[in-house]
């Protein structure tokens, strides 16, 4: 699975971006996809999570902020991040976990950098 991320950059408090992230493969509908996020001195963390059935978890700082979605005819993975902060800088990786859903592909990840 190749996925390529787009969409960060910079932004100031309180603004938007919207995050892509195109993925290969034929059977995309069926991949669970998700965001996680990454600061220099910290682990990779969730963002938010979206099943082959549309369900959606989030992460409890971007919750009412952040929206996941998914465009299976695309092949594409979307993150809507609205009232952005400063803590939400970080490098935002799109990752992809097809069927049997036993390992995850990362892409490369994108910046975002939100300025007080």
């Known amino acids: 699975v190749q996925l390529q991320a787009s969409g960060g950059g910079l932004v100031q408090a309180g603004g938007s971006l919207r995050l892509s992230c195109a993925a290969s493969?034929?059977?995309?509908?069926?991949?669970?996809m998700a965001w996680y996020r990454q600061t220099p001195g910290k682990r990779r963390e969730l963002v938010a999570r979206?099943?082959?059935?549309?369900?959606?978890i989030y992460a409890d700082y971007v919750k009412g902020r952040f929206t996941i979605s998914r465009d299976n005819a695309e092949n594409t993975l979307y993150l809507q991040m609205d009232s952005l902060k400063p803590e939400d800088t970080a490098v935002y990786y799109c990752?992809?976990?097809?069927?049997?859903?036993?390992?995850?592909?990362w892409g490369q990840g994108t910046l975002v950098t939100v300025s007080s």
């Open positions: 493969g034929n059977d995309f509908g069926l991949y669970v």
């Open positions: 990752v992809a976990a097809p069927p049997p859903y036993t390992n995850d592909y």
């Open positions: 979206i099943t082959n059935a549309f369900k959606t």
